[in-house]
């Protein structure tokens, strides 16, 4: 019977029948014999508890040694996945688990609540219109000593809601420094639809940075794995034949070199080592770190072509021809990321990601192929050796897994190419060679040979992947080059080629038209599917909720930003600190805040999102202490906000704790501003989208009108 481990039931009361009665003597004489077999029994267990403490001590010793040449064909240790794990520790990997089998749109579950026209348009707070500004609103005159209001008091009077210039600064002025600056002229606040989204945004990018960084240890695993067995498998196979320019054995060789540069690019290099002992793990390199992720022992005859691989990408300058690939690439591709210079763990993650998103190319050049580097000779050696590659990965459920959480939680938040995996492959072998093995097929005569081969890439090529989510358009002879094997397939957001500019007036038309089978595959989607729903709410038209003419290519504006976010880099928030020091507060007393309620369902369903992506997370075992805080925060946060609204939406008042939980929200400022420009469509110059503007509107709290603004993105 299986051991409950983790129980949490108490111990069971132990039998009173009995316990009263005195002992007699034959009672002392069994007292005395039970207690001898007792002692007897616990000194056996207490020496089998030694021996197993001593194995269990060896196993943890051994499984931190430094990889070396003489540990290769041995099965290398399980390094920690993920960031929550002590350093120096080793996890290993449920064999149970099967994490390319999960599904995230499986796990979601859709918010049930109905939100009434009374509720998101906040008609609790709506003032009794016309009205004089003037008289009747409680903080006029305090606002006109900061702001002219003269201009606006007639459109103010007659409709309540005004959209203005920003009037702290620059159109480009970030949400936070917009709240501060109106918290020092003592405006009262609206917590936007606007900042609620961008607030949900950039703590789910900020997850995704900790996963990413996170990522280091499983893709090393996975790396060192595959390696393994392919430097094993070339050196034995090497090692008996005496055939010059065998396609197979190149193949092998291909294989080995590969991921020995996926290795090169991963390890730590001097300048990346902290030894300061203070830096997170999940993003920067500890001592002793350089042992742990150290590079196996690499033969001279195929350590030259790796290394001088590495160093094109390291300098990643221009176009050149790839030393293990013989093809032309260009190599500025590689070309760092200012965001992911951040630790060494999230660099060499992120340089060895594009490293394996380079294609193994399914066409060779010819009639099929006019623009294809290679012939079919050379293109025989690299199409072997993709097909290895697979029969690798698929073959081993432990690597699978691996690769699964990398790939997995990429393709959500970042978005990647539908298009071949080593999936597809692993299948057409399946279906062309039958039980025979591709040694076997290799073992045929050059007509044999050539005959599989085709069969095979025809099963590969039967593959279609949608338009959408970036398949390759394989009629067009210009994109075949692209298209083969990607052991991580090349980034991706769907939409990207749309031009938002022109779209813009018709986004809510443009969403409804969208089919799309599985709403969850990535966030793009997931977000269509969240602004699908609110616009229709948002938009409706009630003859009990007015709204003026702008209000549409506001809510628009504010979609397609949504849209666009998720590509742009994410802002680091820091807590306000006082000009000061921490000997004195900031100065700026709790305003009076009101909450759009026009948001509500977009909230419900941000908060099931982050609830489905906790879950997935931890089922994959992807997660980390840093991403696991993040998304309760999200959670709790958003959690908050909506059951506040929905409080003053039904004409209740905050209780002093609740006023003091939003105005919290505020306390904080933008430590260092992510890019906020980004080119959507070839050719096109790139633009800023995260412009602001203020509105201004009249809200009636505790039975007076007041003068409320927000920050809001501009239509």
Known sequence: MKKKLFSNSLPQPLSTTGLSRQPQAADGNWLWVSSAVLCLIFIIVFVRLLVVWNKQSDS???????????????????LPFG??????????????????QLVFSRIYQAPTTSWSIAIIANQAQAPQLPLNIKNETANYYEVRRHYNLEPLVDKLNKQGLVLVDNPFGSATQDFFSFYRAAQQDKWPLILTNDVIFYYYQNNLKEVYK?????????????????????NRRYQAASSKTVTTNDPLIEAYRLNVQYWAVCLQLMAPQDSQINDDGLAESTIAFRSGDDQIYKLPNLAGDLSREVEQEVALIKTAKAKDISPLFGQTFDYSFFQPDASYQSGGRLANFALASQWLSRSWPVYYRGVNCPDCQLDIDDWRVNFLAANVLSADLAGNQESKNYWAKVYKVISYFAGLRDDLTYIHYAQAQKEVFNDQSLEQVMNLDQQGQNEFLNKLQAAILKNNFSAIDGGWDRSRLENRPNIGLRVLQDHYWPGQTVDWTKISSTLDTYINQQQVKDWHTNQFWSSLSLLKDWLAKSL???????????????????????????????????P??????????????????????????????????????????????????????????????????????????????WTTDETALVNNFFERNLAQAGRKTISLKPGKNEMSWQRLQARLEIRTVNGQPHIFIGPVIMP
């Open 210 to 230: 900790t996963l990413e960084a996170g990522f280091y240890d499983g893709l090393w695993q996975v790396s060192y794995n595959l390696f393994n067995l392919a």
């Open 576 to 653: 306000v600190l006082p000009d000061s020091g921490l000997i004195k507060d900031s100065g700026v007393p709790e305003s009076l805040v009101s909450i759009d309620t026009s948001g509500l369902a977009a909230i419900d369903r941000q908060i099931a999102t982050a609830k489905m992506l906790r879950l997935a997370l931890a089922q994959l075992r992807a997660g980390n202490l840093l991403s696991e805080q993040k998304l309760g925060e999200t959670i709790d946060t958003l959690q908050t906000i909506r059951d506040l609204a929905v409080k003053q939406a039904n004409g209740q008042a």
């Open 60 to 78: 943890q010793q051994s499984a931190l040694r430094p990889a070396t040449s003489s540990t290769i064909g041995t099965e290398q240790a399980v």
């Open 540 to 574: 409706i038209i009630d003859k009990s909720w007015w709204r003026p003419t702008w209000w549409r290519s506001q809510q628009l504006a504010l979609a397609q930003f949504y849209l666009i976010n998720w590509q742009l880099p994410a802002d680091r928030l820091a």
């Open 83 to 100: 960031q929550n794990v002590a350093s120096g520790t080793v996890a290993g990997e449920n064999t149970n688990l099967q994490a390319d």
